[in-house]
């Protein structure tokens, strides 16, 4: 199966593309962890069973899809190489297997990518409430929150009443398309499903895809786990990507934040591509050929 790179991927696209790799590939695992806050399932795939587990997100923001694309497109990748024998970028994906249990959720906030590749139906029934949401406007390309105007990335229990004190200076007072963190921690079906999945799973590391920048954020508040700083030097060596950290808001109340701050393990932010988001889909293969690398080499 390949990925169609000529368009954005939606929910449904996704879905479809989840259940043809169900039948292609039957060593992997499909499941929901959960629905969205409009009812979507939240899909996630297992593959392996060793003891070493990974986690990769993708799309915690709407404009984001291209990372939804990104991991599903190493997803199949990967399968196609483990069943073939053959390996992927040097990395035998058989052995990979044996080794780790890795979980990968090509997209967290489906009502937020939904917004922005296919726009706002006047048939909604919350039409006047998510318009109103973006300043009445009906482009929704930018669009990062899901469907109640809630930054997913910003919902998390990490540092998320400081976040809080700094929405004004933003520009954030209520729901929004970007940075409005919910009222409280874990506000969200779709981030505690996530929490819940991730306390129940013991997973020892966890990556969740961003763009733009070509960066990789490893720390929370200046702490670093242990172990962290290897991996991250591996993924930047890999890539060619920067080590850095955020600053702002950005510091605050996101998911690698969160899962450093409850489980003191490694965790990251991948910024994929340069540009604007939404990313350009000529870029795809560009961006692929530095991400997948990344992602192997968390499973050395």
């Not at 990104?70 to 483990?82: S, V, Y």
């Amino acid at each position: 199966m390949r990925i169609n790179t000529n368009i954005p991927m939606d929910y449904n696209l996704l879905s479809e593309h989840l259940a043809q790799m169900q039948w292609e590939f039957p060593f992997a695992c499909f499941f929901d962890i959960g629905k969205s806050i409009f009812g979507r399932q939240l899909h996630m795939v297992r593959l392996g069973k060793g003891h070493r587990t990974v986690f990769i997100n993708a799309a915690h923001h709407g404009s984001e899809w291209m990372t939804s694309m990104q991991l599903l497109n190493f997803c199949n990748a990967f399968c196609q190489a483990a069943e073939d024998g053959l390996s992927l970028f040097g990395y035998n994906c058989r052995l990979i297997l044996k080794k780790y249990t890795l979980f990968l959720m090509p997209m967290v906030n489906p009502d937020g990518v939904c917004l922005a590749v296919n726009g706002l139906s006047k048939e909604s029934f919350f039409y006047e409430r998510i318009l109103a949401m973006n300043g009445g406007s009906t482009d929704f390309t930018h669009w990062q929150a899901n469907g109640r105007g809630v930054d997913l990335n910003h919902n998390y229990d990490a540092g998320f009443y400081i976040a809080k004190e700094l929405e004004p200076s933003y520009g954030v007072t209520a729901p929004c398309p970007s940075r409005y963190g919910g009222s409280f921690p874990e506000s969200e079906p779709e981030v505690a499903a996530i929490c819940d999945f991730v306390r129940k799973n013991g997973i020892d590391v966890a990556v969740a895809l961003h763009s733009q920048g070509e960066e990789i954020y490893y720390d929370y508040c200046g702490h670093i786990p242990r172990g962290a700083r290897k991996y991250a030097h591996a993924m930047a060596s890999a890539s060619g990507y920067t080590l850095s950290k955020p600053d702002g808001i950005a510091s605050y109340s996101g998911f690698k934040d969160w899962f450093i701050d409850k489980f003191d393990r490694p965790a990251f932010t991948i910024e994929i591509g340069l540009g604007q988001n939404p990313l350009p889909l000529c870029d795809f293969g560009s961006i692929y050929r530095k991400l997948a690398p990344m992602l192997l080499s968390l499973c050395p």
